[in-house]
C-alpha cells in the first residue's frame, strides 16, 4: 500500500510540473504575442540533441 501511494504522490508531482510549464509557457507566447500551442504528444517541447559528426561540422564551417 505504501508504494501505490508513493506512486501516486510522483504522479501528481508530475502532473503539476507539466501543467505548469504548459502554464508558464503559455504565459511567455501570450506576453510575446504569438499564439498559444499545446502539444500533447510532447509537452515540454524537448527535443533529442545528439552529438554531430565531425566531419560534418568541418565541411559547414568550411562552406560558410
Known sequence: MDSLS???AFLRIALILV???WAFKA???LIRGE???LNFLN???LKA?????KTDAKDSETSS
Open 6 to 8: 508513493n506512486f501516486l
Open 35 to 37: 499564439k498559444i500551442e
Open 43 to 45: 509537452p515540454l517541447n
Open 27 to 29: 504565459c511567455i507566447s
Open 49 to 53: 540533441r545528439w552529438p554531430g559528426d
Open 19 to 21: 501543467v505548469g510549464g
